[in-house]
């Protein structure tokens, strides 16, 4: 396993685009050997772009990769030493389950016993064991997918492990129970994991840290725990959770801020410079608006007046699982709050929502201000 490091690091597809439409705009980032991460972003934020630049499928139009200190900015992914796993199974048709896992070993020299062992424990950690003689064609699209996931798993002496959304194809029943064995897998061997998908709950089961993407930028980087209680954009805020983080537009004067004519409490501090336009991570905030951000997993209801508690109308109540999301309304601005299916549904559609002061983080042109205990 290794350290890798993108420095400076962008690229375009197209020759001579302005570096504002590049696919991936220049970044400086690291990954820790023997960490997992993930990737995460809507489609053609440049996710596959940042990944195949690691492996070296694609050389990058400017700055330099780095393994472990070293420059591999011009090497070959042989040379690089990184196994890869694609959204849909690369696998030879014409072998069988167990040459088809053996395969990169055999590449790499390994002697027939050393194969043999890890190629039965990886086939076994995958559910693949009993079926090592079956020829790779006669399987179903799922188990190809185990087959090119297990050829990533096999090497434990790759520099990196990066997968991009391998489980895509794969029925959402096995998913659940593949993320496990990808974990345990590479907690056993600690490479150093980079992972890309769609899904937020995907990403944040699996990986130590996230990095959130949008339009060839990382927006923040950081673990699951700190991209939820402290998104530092309003994107990042939308993006993870769900449902996403409640953005309030609140106004400010001499005496303190304000949300649908009453004080509201919260810990920050005005930024001493105007934001600049391009600060702003959502389409919803504009530069300069303060706005409350709260996640509805913080909002309580609440049975009397007191400090941070606002009338608010419920208008919908949607089931999540062992929760329920209520949606309200506070002077014409809506909020989702989380209950527990145990608190039940309140009566009437009338109801006090409490927005607990510690957990108001304010925003301004969309971007996380400076926050103040207090
Ligand atoms: N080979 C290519 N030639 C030209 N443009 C490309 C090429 N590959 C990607 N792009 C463009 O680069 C941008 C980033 O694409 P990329 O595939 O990295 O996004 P992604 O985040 O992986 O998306 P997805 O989630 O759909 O896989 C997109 O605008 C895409 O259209
Ligand atoms: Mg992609």
Request: aromatic letters at 6%; hydrophobic letters at 40%; one cysteine or more.
């Amino acid at each position: 396993m290794a350290q890798l490091e993108l420095l400076d690091v962008g690229h375009c597809y197209v020759p001579g685009e302005g570096e504002d439409r590049w696919a991936l705009k220049p970044l400086t980032v690291t990954f820790e050997a023997g960490k997992t991460y993930a990737l995460v972003g809507p489609s053609g934020c440049g996710k596959t772009t940042l990944l195949n630049i690691l492996s070296g499928l694609v050389s990058p139009t400017r700055g330099r990769v780095l393994f472990d200190g070293a420059d591999m900015t011009r090497r070959s992914t042989r040379e690089r030493n990184i196994a890869q796993v694609f959204q849909f199974p690369v696998i030879y048709t014409s072998m069988t389950v167990y040459q088809n896992l053996a395969f990169p070993l055999e590449c790499r020299n390994w002697d027939s016993r050393r194969i043999d062992a890890k190629v039965r424990t990886v086939a076994e950690a995958l559910g693949l064991g009993d079926r090592l003689k079956e020829p790779a064609r006669k399987l179903n699209a799922d188990d190809k997918q185990l087959i090119s996931l297990g050829r990533g798993l096999v090497r434990d002496d790759v520099a990196a492990l990066l997968m991009d959304e391998p489980l895509t194809v794969i029925d959402p029943q096995l998913k659940f129970s593949l993320r496990r064995r990808i974990r345990e897998i590479s907690e056993q061997f600690r490479p150093t994991v980079i992972y890309v998908t769609h899904d937020q709950y995907e990403a944040m089961s699996f990986v130590e840290e996230l990095l959130v993407m949008k339009d060839g930028q990382v927006m923040q980087q950081g673990t699951p725990e700190e991209l939820f209680e402290s998104p530092r954009s309003a994107y990042v805020g939308y993006f993870i959770g769900s449902p996403s983080m409640n953005f309030l537009d609140v106004t400010q004067d001499g005496s303190g801020v304000w949300l649908a004519g009453q004080r509201l409490a919260m810990s920050w501090q005005p930024p001493a410079a105007r934001v600049p336009a391009e600060a702003s991570g959502a389409g919803a905030a504009q530069a300069g608006v303060l706005q409350a951000g709260i996640r509805p997993e913080y909002v309580r209801l609440a049975s009397a007046p007191g400090p941070n508690t606002f009338p608010a109308r419920l208008q919908a109540v949607r089931d999540h699982g062992p929760l329920r999301v209520l949606h309200v309304e506070i002077g014409g601005q809506r909020l989702a709050l989380k209950l527990a299916r145990e608190a039940g549904v309140p009566h009437g559609d009338t109801l006090l929502v409490e927005l607990p002061r510690a957990k108001v983080l304010p925003y301004v042109g969309g971007q996380l201000a400076t926050v103040v205990a207090g």
